[in-house]
Nanobody, 116 residues
């Protein structure tokens, strides 16, 4: 069974930075496009960044220039560097395949809170 474990969230002030990590347990993710999603209270989960198996990236407009997605295929791990954080970035962040996530494989997510 595919498992995804996110970590690295926390509470930061506006303008701060965090680095999120997502460890996958199946080698299939080394060949898959992976994405970071987020879900804010009262809102639908949205895809914010994705990366192909060869390293091509794509970002949602609200995070362009501030977030950077990367991956280490040898470690089955995907990262999301969050810089210049804003209060509107507050959400639970998840990783999964992109753009079509495995609906039965969502992890617990990691909470990012941006507040002064």
């Amino acid at each position: 069974q595919v498992q995804l474990v996110e970590s690295g969230g926390g509470v930061v002030q506006p303008g701060g930075s965090l680095r999120l990590s997502c460890a996958a347990t199946r080698l299939i993710f080394r060949l898959a496009t992976m994405g970071w999603y987020r879900q804010a209270p009262g809102k639908q989960r949205e895809l914010v960044a994705s990366i192909t198996s060869t390293g091509s990236t794509n970002y949602a407009d609200p995070v362009k220039g501030r977030f950077t997605i990367s991956r280490d295929n040898a470690k089955n791990t995907v990262y999301l560097q969050l810089n210049n954080l804003k209060p509107e970035d507050t959400a639970v962040y998840y990783c999964n395949k992109a753009p079509n996530p495995l609906t039965a494989s969502w992890g617990q997510g990691t909470q990012v809170t941006v507040s002064s």
